[in-house]
């Protein structure tokens, strides 16, 4: 789409509309769970775009829009890797598609990174950004090699295709991009914003809570969770608000340092306060749910009553969590229930909770098999679904446990 490559495609059969729905949801555009500031992040594949010739463009933008739909009630960001396209499509259907995206597109978008640029790419994307919106000109980012991707968002969250590992050779004459995203550079190597090992944030949770919890729940998180139960239950988009990355580092790092905010003198409020708090799981060293647990995670789906998905979780799962993981889990989902209660005010039912938090709260080394897990219903992986049911039936859950 941005390197400009073959322009006469050959000829190819026509692709049906479920089939390139299917390649805009599993290729062209993957969700890659959420950046250093617990942020969605949503990658674009230009390398993945389909024969022009057989596919039906103005249906393919249809179907990335509907894509797109999924993300823009939430602040979020955009990944788009530009390098590696077979196939251009005409600069008319480029226009569209720029020209497509309303105010409600670019409102949450926090940030569009745009990977392996080219001076074509930049002349497109500056050019249309302009006419769309100077505004939205300011959010993009050129981001030259995987390396330097690494210190904006979680590499080993992101796929990444081997022609795109090819291509990063030629922009850097020593490629670190492997390393980058299978070990430390995806944590930001050479960026100390995004360090996540601290005395507070990244910290095992044995350190800040003790073996069985006995040191009880840690300061940040009885901090943030008593001022948003207190000052935000009726707030719209709980959650889905990022507050501005200087006073987001300010107030992590006053924890680091054992100083209490009072985040109703603090100039983001609610939205400091809820950005904090899912920066805490997010920076937990090891996740509410890892990996080991996601075959009983996904041993929900063959529940499908509520009585017997409550029973499931009771016996099956929240005896496999730590005491202060079980703590902690415990005492974050009671809040969520509290928003889910209010969801008429503030628009966060639990799914939408659970959109915003499961990246937070279940994750591995394989960025598509937590996609899959995070989901809920019968399609999904099962840590969704009991994320949904915890925050729905969180009384039946925990205090009908004992």
Not at 204 to 225: A, F, N, Q, S, Y
Not at 259 to 277: E, I, N, P, Q, R
Request: proline residues 6%; aromatic residues 10%; contains cysteine.
């Amino acid at each position: 789409m941005f390197s400009f490559g073959s322009s006469s495609a050959p000829l190819a059969p026509p692709i049906s509309d479920s089939d390139l729905k299917e390649i805009v949801h599993d290729r062209i555009l993957r969700q890659a769970g959420v950046d250093y500031e617990a942020r969605p992040i949503l990658c674009f594949y230009a390398c993945q775009l389909p024969n022009p010739r057989g596919a039906d463009y103005d249906v393919l933008l249809r179907f990335m829009m509907e894509k797109l739909d999924e993300f823009v009630e939430s602040d979020y960001v955009l990944v788009m890797f530009s390098a590696g396209a077979e196939y251009t499509p005409s600069w008319k259907w480029m226009y569209k598609a720029y020209a497509g995206l309303s105010r409600k597109y670019r409102k949450n978008l926090k940030h569009l990174y745009v990977v392996h640029p080219n001076f074509w790419s930049k002349l497109l994307i500056q050019t249309m950004a302009m006419i769309v919106s100077p505004k939205f000109a300011r959010k993009i980012a050129w981001v030259y090699n995987l390396t330097a991707l690494a210190r904006v968002v979680p590499l080993k969250q992101v796929y990444i295709p081997e022609i795109l590992y090819k291509i990063d050779e030629s922009y850097q004459p020593r490629s670190s991009s492997r390393q980058a995203a299978t070990g430390a550079g995806a944590g930001g190597t050479s960026s100390t914003t995004h360090t996540t090992t601290g005395r507070v944030f990244g910290a095992p949770l044995v350190h800040l809570m003790g073996t069985t919890g006995e040191k009880g729940i840690p300061l940040v998180v009885r901090d943030t969770t008593q001022y948003i139960f207190s000052h935000g239950l009726d707030t719209e988009g709980l959650f889905r608000r990022s507050p501005s990355s200087v006073e987001l580092q300010e107030t992590k790092m006053a924890y680091e340092n054992d100083t209490s905010v009072d985040f109703s003198k603090a100039g983001g409020g609610v939205h400091l306060a809820c950005g904090v708090l899912k920066s805490f799981f997010r920076d937990m060293p090891d996740p509410v749910f890892g990996e080991a647990m996601y075959d009983v995670l996904k041993g929900i789906t063959a529940h499908t009553t509520p009585e017997s998905q409550i029973l499931y979780i009771r016996t099956h799962i929240l005896p496999l969590l730590s005491p202060p993981v079980l703590l902690l889990f415990r005492h974050l989902t009671q809040l969520l229930y509290q928003v889910h209660l209010h969801a008429n005010q503030n628009r966060m039912t639990a799914r939408n909770l659970v959109i915003v938090w499961a990246p937070n709260l279940i994750r591995s080394d394989h960025p598509l098999r937590d996609l899959e897990m995070c989901g809920t219903g019968q399609g999904g992986g099962g840590g969704g679904t009991v994320l949904v049911v915890v925050i729905e039936r969180w009384k039946q859950v925990f205090e009908e446990s004992g």
